[in-house]
């Protein structure tokens, strides 16, 4: 049997996600029907609830209350109670918990009716009267009083900006070629295609089962179990399926507390599913306005690079990444300095988004890089290579592996670069103008401690579980395929259960640490399993295998085998049934080994072509190649899904997505899809996935992960190309045409 590691597998979940069979949290139905949470958003950004009319919302046939901070049952008091996995340091945001508003769109009430239409009508006869605070929500207004990040935890201490090397200041001051420039991403939000929703069944007994949207289902419980002082054996979250989180449910959200507070006042079953608009009070990637200094030799090598950003959060907790540290990372270059400063702003605090702090400082780095490429007049890849780092130079030690010149070589062969002509406005297609452009991503592969239970069966068919989430990465997909491999068994004999709280420990599903984590844990428990079988085998009578060690056996083709000897087999079947044993059970954790000699990366070469109409300024992305090097792909269908992915948004994080507040009322204005523009079919040409071989030993399958490298480096690709074809540099984003009017 051929392995399926390394195979183009379809999603085995794939015909029920397009059957309906796959259930999302608010698919899943009770006897006796749910009733329908529709909440009331504040209309300002900062100050206190008045007072709160209800009763015309009341007295809606079909209503059956309204919650209010006047009216809702017990809640925890104290911020801890409210920490979830991964909080940042602050005072996390609790729903109708008194009476002050923090941001605009903040939910005040909770009106709960017999059908969502009812809830919804009702909702809007809610009357609130306001003291109203000043507010502040932009960021350039803020940017003065931007304090410096500090860590108040741990986990916060990880995000703060490396620490400098060298003078960096005097460097870039006495470089021989300098570059030295502002940069903008502004906020922007996730918009997964499932809402967020949440059905609380009460379940009698004093229990509850919730199907939340999360990217973590016992991140959720624990947070439940703080906020609602429950047992975790009171309360089980589910989450089978997740149309889409990118990071926007990585914390719990309010959905999942509303609800909850709803069938706790009420002892039924109660669903709340946000509306798009409503979407955009959830978390959303930080603004961040940044300066990047670039000091070269004539020769293009790096003498001086700073990095300062201040990015955005709420008024309440201090989100924030390592958005800096790219720079220093990324190019050789002995002298590297960062600062890092938060504006806080009276909006809900910012988030992870796909690949947070590199997607938006990333960009930065590889726009100044081409900057100054062009102030070198160097080709950019030949400055990619001349400033090629092979060190991680933070903490001054090698990567377990680093393919990144690889990708530059396959896809600059791919994109067929050597037939640029380097100076802009120099290629043409008809009237358009055509453009060239080039950068670098860079993301981490991180391994976490995960809990996996296998159950093999006398029949041939194994189950294996963890609470991890499929968030429609195709978690699903590679968790049988690796299982299949390491079992011997055909995929179609694998079954998976994830999304559940009441399975094995996993962490959240982010980071892209979740293939690594969850195959590297199959494998560990399969090894027992094996052992399990072999001591079965051993009882036989003339065992082949009476005097094999566990190690030097694999499971394959429903076998135990010698590796080095074929003869020696013992069919799984036989040993199980000679054993008496219907079923084995194994649960094993595995914890990734601690490397601290090594550094851990993938990495990308991104090359997009744009043709742009020079009457116009509208912008195509005609071709972008992407190069990537992660590590063994276990699945290279799904894995190029989510490169192409994570370009498709890079183009939007270049040419379209912004989130646009009215500051006086610091509103978000274009909170729908309708006027918060990604791409769309006509937006996406033609775009190629290449993977270049990477082995690598940090784990014994090789695995990187590469949920987010797809998007970093796409942007600032897009961006050159731009140049490229304009000879206009637009340093912030998204560059619409309106910012190319004077090309
Ligand atoms: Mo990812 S932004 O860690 O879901």
Redesign the pocket.
């Known amino acids: 049997m051929a392995p399926y590691i390394g195979t183009p597998t379809s999603r085995i979940d794939g015909i029920a996600k397009v059957t309906g069979a796959a259930k999302y949290a608010a698919e899943f139905n009770v006897p006796g029907g749910v009733l329908y949470g529709s909440i009331v958003p504040s209309t300002i950004a900062k100050g206190r609830i008045v007072s709160l009319d209800t009763s015309a919302a009341m007295g809606v046939e079909g209503v059956a209350t309204v919650l209010t901070h006047d009216n809702r049952p017990r809640m925890a008091g104290r911020d801890q109670d409210y920490k979830d996995d991964v909080a940042p340091d602050g005072s996390p945001f609790r729903p109708l918990y008194d009476d002050r508003v923090m941001f605009n769109g903040q939910p005040i009430a909770l009106v709960v009716a017999e059908t969502s239409e009812i809830a919804r009508f009702a909702a809007s006869l809610v009357r609130v009267e306001y003291e109203s605070e000043a507010h502040v929500t932009d960021v350039f207004r803020q940017r003065d009083d931007a304090v410096p990040v500090k860590a108040t935890s741990p986990e916060g201490a990880m995000f703060a900006p490396p620490k400098p090397r060298g003078d960096a200041a005097k460097a870039l001051a006495a470089a021989a070629v300098r570059h030295d420039a502002e940069y903008y991403v502004p906020i922007e939000h996730h918009n997964p295609m499932e809402l967020y929703a949440a059905t609380v069944i009460v379940e009698g007994d004093g229990t509850f089962t919730v199907y939340d949207k999360t990217?973590g289902v016992q991140n959720v419980q624990r947070y439940l179990c703080g906020v609602f002082g429950m047992k975790p054996e009171d309360v089980r979250v589910m989450s089978p399926f997740m149309g889409g989180?990118?990071?926007?449910?990585?914390r719990p959200q309010f959905e999942v507390v509303l609800a909850m507070l709803a069938a706790r006042a009420l002892q039924r079953s109660v669903r709340v599913v946000l509306t798009r608009p409503q979407m955009y009070a959830l978390g959303y990637r930080p603004a961040m306005i940044q300066r990047i200094g670039l000091g070269a030799t004539t020769g293009g090598t790096l003498e001086a690079i700073t990095h300062d950003a201040i990015t955005v959060t709420s008024q309440y907790e201090d989100f924030y990444r390592q958005e800096t540290g790219w720079s220093g990372l990324l190019y050789k270059c002995a002298n590297a300095k960062y600062a890092h400063r938060l504006a806080h702003l009276d909006l809900p605090t910012s988030c992870?988004?796909?690949?947070?702090s590199a997607a938006p400082g990333v960009y930065a780095l590889e726009a100044a890089m081409d900057e100054l490429a062009v102030a070198l007049k160097l080709d950019p890849v030949e400055l990619r290579l001349r400033c090629y780092s092979d060190r991680d130079q933070h903490e001054n030690r090698p990567f377990s592996s680093k393919a990144l010149r690889e990708c530059y070589r396959q896809g600059a062969d791919a994109f067929g670069w050597s037939k640029r002509n380097p100076e802009p406005r120099s290629m043409r297609d008809g009237s358009d103008l055509v453009g060239w452009g080039l950068a670098t991503g860079v993301w981490e592969a991180m391994q976490m401690p995960i809990t996996v239970r296998i159950v093999l069966s006398a029949n041939g068919h194994a189950e294996v579980a963890c609470a991890t989430s499929d968030?429609g990465t195709g978690t699903y997909t590679i968790m049988a395929q690796v299982a299949a491999d390491a079992l011997g068994l055909p995929l179609d004999s694998i079954s998976i259960k994830l999304g559940d709280s009441s399975l094995p420990q996993s962490p959240?599903?982010?980071?892209?640490w979740i293939a690594a984590s969850v195959a590297n844990g199959i494998v560990t428990t399969a090894e027992a399993i094996r052992a399990e079988l072999l001591r079965l085998a051993k009882q036989m009578p003339n065992s082949p295998l009476s005097n094999a060690s566990s190690d030097e056996l694999t499971l394959v083709d429903g076998q135990l085998a010698s590796k080095h000897d074929s003869a020696r087999t013992v069919s799984i079947a036989d040993a199980m049934r000679h054993g008496g044993v219907e079923r084995i059970e194994q649960e094993k954790t595995t914890t990734p080994a601690e490397d601290t000699a090594r550094s851990h990366n993938v990495h990308s070469a991104i090359f997009a072509e744009v043709n742009v109409d020079e009457q116009l300024g509208v912008v195509r992305v005609t071709r972008v190649v992407s190069a990537v090097a992660a590590g063994r792909i276990l699945n290279t269908k799904t894995a190029a899904s989510q490169i192409l992915g994570g370009v498709v948004w890079g183009i939007g994080m270049a040419l379209h997505e912004e989130t646009l507040i009215d500051h006086r009322f610091g509103r978000i204005m274009n909170a729908n899809i309708a006027e918060y523009h990604v791409p769309v079919n006509a937006d996406v040409h033609d775009i190629k996935v290449i993977f270049v071989d990477e082995p690598d030993d940090s784990n014994p399958l090789g695995i990187k992960g590469l949920?987010?490298i797809g998007i970093v480096g796409v942007a600032a690709a897009v961006a050159n190309a731009v140049y490229h074809a304009t000879g206009t540099r637009v340093r912030n984003l998204p560059i619409t045409l309106d910012k190319l009017h004077r090309m």
């Open positions: 990217q989180g990118f990071g926007s449910g990585l992870d988004m796909r690949a947070p968030i959240v599903e982010g980071g892209s949920g987010e």
